[in-house]
């Protein structure tokens, strides 16, 4: 238990110094901060610290303008740049603020697309801070771009078939680059290929079968200004006819008609099914509830006998139309009844008959067929 209340007694000590020093720190922020704010109100801008150590880093005709940074306790300040090209220092007598370095965090600006001609050029840089700024730090001398350094290019090379490709890095609008190539072993022959930003890829036809090996070198015609040299780099173009670049060609070709054919044939298979009913129709027989009764009724009737009716017609006369008076409707329903019964009826007793001069014998057969017998 005493050792419990020591520990206990010397986290509270601890605590306790802490939050002491924590408060002094404190109060001295809060003191300095008071006493700046003072000072830069009755003062101006002298206070506020400006950038220092101002110049320009020039690699491969790219400029950028550097400085240190600046730290005050109030908080993170802001920079802002500015250059001054000859039409300007000597005519205008004015600067002109680059947009895209204005109260920016960085300590550094790229300044290539500012300084665009082969003239000094003054920059400038301040620190900025709410509305308090600094005094303009200025670079030692003028910048002139012809002071660009160049550094030593990247080179890759390759083999493409029967050629070999060239990629030189850094390679701008105003930087070109030499290729110097040799066959291995034979270094005292060396040839040369110069290049422009129009030229990469650059393809260099050489012998089958022996190792060339290559270097790169930056230069500026207008500056005489070059580079040191880039590593070595040694290809060979197979003499196989089949190179490894041809057995790619030949592959990808295989490999988009094979993915050409599927697809044709999946298109052509997917028409034919989708036409197979034009092509193919499908025809259903008649619908019969019950093929064996309909069957039966239509066979019902007995057709294994013959019937036969004889009907005489005489010839017409006035007599006869005389004596036998207009049916009554009784009779031609009966007559209609004998007609639909399948009965032949005497048309004769009715007075009906009248285009034959003679008499004849007709034999009706029903169900089979009709006979005709003529008579005087």
């Known amino acids: 238990r005493e050792r419990e209340r020591e520990n206990k007694m010397k986290m509270r000590a ?15 922020h809060v003191m300095f901060t008071s006493a700046f704010l003072v000072s830069t109100s009755g003062r101006g801008l002298e206070e506020l610290p400006k950038p220092e150590n101002v110049h320009v880093n020039s690699i ?33 007598k004015t600067w002109v603020a680059i947009t895209e370095c204005s109260s920016i965090r960085e300590t550094w600006c790229d300044v290539t697309a500012d300084i665009s001609s082969d003239v000094g050029y003054d920059l400038k840089v301040r620190t900025e801070l709410g509305n308090v700024t600094s005094e303009w730090a200025n670079l ?13 290019p990247t080179l890759i090379a390759g083999v493409s078939g029967d050629w070999i490709t060239l990629n030189v890095s850094e390679i701008k609008k105003n930087i070109n680059a030499n290729i110097y190539y040799w066959k291995e072993g034979v270094e005292q022959q060396v040839m040369n290929v110069s290049l422009d930003k ?17 270097q790169a070198q930056l230069y ?45 044939l999946f298109c052509i298979g997917r028409f034919c099914w989708r036409t197979r009913p034009v092509w193919f129709p499908q025809v259903s027989a008649p619908y019969v509830s019950n093929f064996e009764n309909l069957q039966g009724e ?41 007609k639909e019964g399948g009965r032949p009826m005497n048309s004769a007793a009715y007075g009906e008959v009248s285009q034959p001069q003679r008499s004849m014998q007709i034999t009706y057969q029903k169900g089979c067929q009709s006979q005709i017998y003529l008579g005087q």
């Open 298 to 338: 239509v066979l019902k009737e007995d057709y294994s006998q013959e019937t036969c009716d004889t009907v005489e017609v005489w010839q017409q006369s006035e007599t006869l139309l005389d004596v036998h008076e207009s049916p009554t409707a009784r009779e031609r329903i009966n007559s209609r009844e004998g």
């Open 14 to 28: 601890k605590r306790k110094e802490q939050e002491s020093k924590w408060f002094l720190n404190v109060m001295g």
């Open 198 to 214: 129009t030229q990469i890829p650059y393809y260099l036809s050489v012998e089958k079968g022996v190792l060339y090996c290559f």
């Open 220 to 264: 500026i015609l207008e500056y005489n200004k070059f580079s040191s040299f880039s590593d070595k780099q040694c290809e060979t173009v197979s003499n196989d006819t089949m190179s490894k670049g041809n057995l790619v060609k030949i592959a990808t070709a295989l490999l988009l008609g094979v993915c050409f054919l599927a697809a044709s």
């Open 60 to 92: 491969n005709m790219r400029h950028i303008l550097r400085w240190s940074s600046v730290r005050v306790p109030l908080g993170e300040v802001s920079y802002s740049v500015q250059f001054q090209g000859e039409f300007e220092r000597n005519h205008r």
């Open 140 to 152: 030692n001398k003028l910048f002139n771009r012809k002071e660009t350094n160049l550094t030593a």
